[in-house]
Each structure stands twice: as structure tokens, then as C-alpha cells.
């Protein structure tokens, strides 16, 4: 059998420095720094982030939200950012949507991506950001003709699918995300630099900190 040098009578103080070790580096990571626009090198996402710091600082719910679990150099939640059309976007400032939904033929985002208390931006299609919502929920199907069924009946109404045409554009589609909104804000618009096609954009990513059972 390999040994590595210890003896047996020292294993137990061995470990129990490993674990106190351990702990202390968990300590650690759970005392995140605070994250500032600052530390992002684009200029234009610095501007971004300080408006949209200043717009909501008086607002009692998503101004402590973002503080505790987004503006961290490791945030606990993902921050996202969604292009939304005409009249989804209303509706969903309306409280007519309170369920967003993504279909596509590819494993792309959202799909898998969204936790529950995740923050979602608002972005209109070709324009600002004009609000903010936290994901209370989030649902994810591979296409078939019986998670086609389910999502018919139980999200028609709250994701906006009005009529067949609605249903008929997504046909193709093999993956579906579905959000549950909550704490919808409607805000003046910021804006927001994006060059891409994408719909939806991870713009700060949660913290991947090792869990441990000790």
C-alpha cells in the first residue's frame, strides 16, 4: 500500500487543520466584495450600470435587491438581459404577461440558464432598456407533442399567445424556456449598447462557489 510519510497517531490533528482550513476559504468567498460600475473596462457599460444604479435607488424593493445580490464581484444571481417586442413588452409593464417565454430549434438562452431570483432587464427590440422583473420561477421543456399539450394549457394566457398565429411561428422549435415574472418596474429608458442579434444575453453571470459539506 502507498504511504505518504504520515503517521497514523497524526491523522486526526491532520484533519482537523484541513477542515479548519477549508472553512476559513469558505469564510472567505462568502465575504464578496462590492461590485462598482467601475470595474467594468467598457465605458459604455460603466454609464449603464451607474443610470441604472441612480434610477433605482429610491425604489424600496429592487434597490436593496440589487445590492444584495447582483452589484457583488461574485453575485449570488444572474443578471440578464431580454429583447422584447410590441405589444409583449407593454403587456408585460401592464400585468396583462406575467410569463415570458423563448422557443428555439438550439440549446440556447435562456434555456437552462434562468434561476429562480434571477434579474431580468427589459430591453425593447432596437431601443433602451425600459424596465426590470425578477424571475420567480422558471420552467424548461424538450418539444414534443405532449410538452407541446401542457404548455398550450396551463401558459397560453400568461405568456400573451393570443391567437394560432402566435403558436404557428414557434412550431419548429425543439426547446422551450418559460419565467415567471414578479417585481415588474417600469423605468425611463437607459441605453444600452448591444450590436448582436441575440435575444436574450447573460450580462453578469451568478458566482460558481464550491459547495461543501462540512
Not at 433605482?56 to 417586442?85: K, M, T
Request: glycine share 6%.
Amino acid at each position: 500500500m502507498f504511504r505518504c510519510g504520515i503517521a497514523d497517531s497524526d491523522i486526526p490533528a491532520l484533519a482537523t487543520f484541513l477542515d479548519l482550513s477549508i472553512r476559513h476559504m469558505v469564510e472567505q468567498n462568502i465575504r464578496s466584495p462590492v461590485f462598482r460600475p467601475e470595474h467594468y473596462k467598457d465605458e459604455s457599460r460603466r454609464h449603464f450600470f451607474d443610470q441604472l444604479a441612480e434610477t433605482l435607488a429610491g425604489d424600496e424593493f429592487w434597490a436593496d435587491y440589487l445590492a444584495g445580490h447582483i452589484n457583488h464581484q461574485r453575485p449570488n444571481q444572474n443578471l440578464h438581459v431580454g429583447v422584447f417586442v410590441q405589444p409583449f413588452l407593454q403587456w408585460i409593464f401592464d400585468g396583462t404577461k406575467t410569463v415570458e417565454s423563448r422557443f428555439s430549434k438550439n440549446e440556447i438562452l435562456p434555456y437552462g440558464q434562468v434561476l429562480e431570483g434571477d434579474v431580468l432587464l427589459l430591453k425593447e427590440a432596437g431601443g433602451p432598456i425600459r424596465g426590470i422583473a425578477r424571475a420567480n420561477a422558471a420552467w424548461f421543456y424538450r418539444l414534443d407533442a405532449k410538452t407541446w399539450d401542457l404548455i398550450k394549457d396551463r401558459f397560453s394566457d400568461p405568456i400573451g399567445a393570443t391567437g394560432d398565429e402566435f403558436w404557428e411561428s414557434r412550431q419548429e422549435a425543439r426547446y422551450a424556456t418559460l419565467v415567471s415574472l414578479d417585481n415588474v418596474r417600469k423605468f425611463a429608458p437607459i441605453a444600452y449598447q448591444k450590436s448582436d442579434r441575440r435575444g436574450w444575453v447573460m450580462e453578469r453571470a451568478k458566482y460558481a462557489q464550491m459547495s461543501l459539506d462540512l
